[in-house]
């Protein structure tokens, strides 16, 4: 019985003239995601020219205004992220391939 796992063990081995595999690493583009590529300014509101607006409206285009450049800072650092992530991953990938 151990002549058989001694036999099943030699043959699982691999040879000393073994390469190691091929592997061919492509770097992709970076780019940002289209929602960041949206502009900011059409997110805020339009003031009358004439300027008169009630406080109740200048609240109401205060906040709105407010919560649209929230939005576009989200958008933005999707943005950061995404292109953040991918070249730590294109870094990981030269460090791999330049290891000995």
């Known amino acids: ?3 058989v796992a ?3 063990l030699a043959a699982c081995s691999s040879s ?3 390469s ?3 592997i061919k690493l492509v ?3 970076v780019e940002a995601p289209e929602s960041a590529r949206r502009p900011c300014a059409p997110l805020l509101s339009e003031l009358p020219e004439e300027g008169d607006l009630s406080e109740r409206e200048v609240v109401d285009k205060w906040g709105n205004d407010r919560m ?3 939005i576009c800072d989200q958008r933005r650092a999707g943005a950061v992220a995404a292109i953040d992530a991918a070249n730590a991953a294109l870094r990981q990938a030269s460090e791999r391939q330049h290891e000995p």
Do not use: F, I, N
């Open 1 to 3: 019985m151990a002549m």
């Open 6 to 8: 001694g036999l099943a």
């Open 16 to 18: 000393p003239d073994d």
């Open 20 to 22: 190691a595999p091929a």
């Open 27 to 29: 770097q992709t583009p």
């Open 68 to 70: 649209a450049v929230k």
